[in-house]
T-cell receptor
Framework: SAVISQKPSRDICQRGTSLTIQCQVD?????MFWYRQQPGQSLTLIAT?????????ESGFVIDKFPISRPNLTFSTLTVSNMSPEDSSIYLC????????????FGQGTRLTVV | AQKITQTQPGMFVQEKEAVTLDCTYD???????LFWYKQPSSGEMIFLIY??????QNATEGRYSLNFQKARKSANLVISASQLGDSAMYFC????????????FGSGTRLQVQP
């Protein structure tokens, strides 16, 4: 299984500020995914982070609000910019495992509260 | 477009009893994978079990088994001999073989195991 280290695990931020979440994987992976889980809701895909190219964003998510970096095959960051209380969520990164389609692993999640 | 439906917002089960969590899906892709995850209150996503669309047998992993009925497009999770530590949110998810490689999640079922 892939081991994913995500940090910070939680944070409380002031509105109008930005937070960068880091995701480190113990092996090289082609695609990394960023999800948002709003309180009491399911997981929604924000974007797919590909190494060497711009991230692919889902409908309703824009690069200015959620810039993503993918400098190499084991690391990615997601920034939540100009935060408002509506951004309070759990943010999770995910990768497929070495077994390709049969595995999908998640980081521990970042619980963000915006006040 | 792929869709996952979990119709049970909450379930109760007595300790040591078995419980079935329902999941139905919709996809036009003949090749896909179905996943179940457990999310405790800490927020991490714990991978439980995987079923491929072409797998001939139902998947099993310890106390977890997947009742896969392809014609009905259902992939129910069965937890045998429930334990207090099984109390958590459970999410069903699907990945299609083509197109977007990320997971699409159902709305989740909150399971409470009672002593």
């Amino acid at each position: 299984s892939a081991v994913i280290s995500q940090k910070p695990s939680r944070d409380i931020c002031q509105r109008g500020t930005s937070l960068t979440i880091q995701c480190q994987v113990d092996s090289q992976v082609t695609m990394m995914f960023w999800y948002r889980q709003q309180p009491g809701q399911s997981l929604t895909l924000i974007a797919t982070a590909n190494q060497g190219s711009e991230a692919t964003y889902e409908s309703g998510f824009v690069i200015d609000k959620f810039p993503i970096s993918r400098p190499n095959l084991t690391f990615s960051t997601l920034t939540v910019s100009n935060m408002s209380p509506e951004d309070s969520s759990i943010y999770l990164c995910s990768v497929a495992g070495r077994m390709g389609n049969t595995e999908a692993f998640f980081g521990q999640g970042t619980r963000l509260t915006v006040v | 477009a792929q869709k996952i439906t979990q119709t049970q917002p909450g379930m109760f089960v007595q300790e040591k009893e078995a419980v079935t969590l329902d999941c139905t899906y919709d996809t036009s892709d003949p090749s896909y994978g179905l996943f179940w995850y457990k999310q405790p209150s800490s927020g991490e996503m714990i991978f439980l079990i995987y079923q491929g669309s072409y797998d001939q047998q139902n998947a099993t992993e310890g106390r977890y088994s997947l009742n896969f009925q392809k014609a009905r497009k259902s992939a129910n999770l069965v937890i045998s001999a429930s334990q207090l530590g099984d109390s958590a949110m459970y999410f069903c998810a699907m990945r299609e073989a083509t197109g977007r490689r990320a997971l699409t999640f159902g709305s989740g079922t909150r399971l409470q195991v009672q002593p």
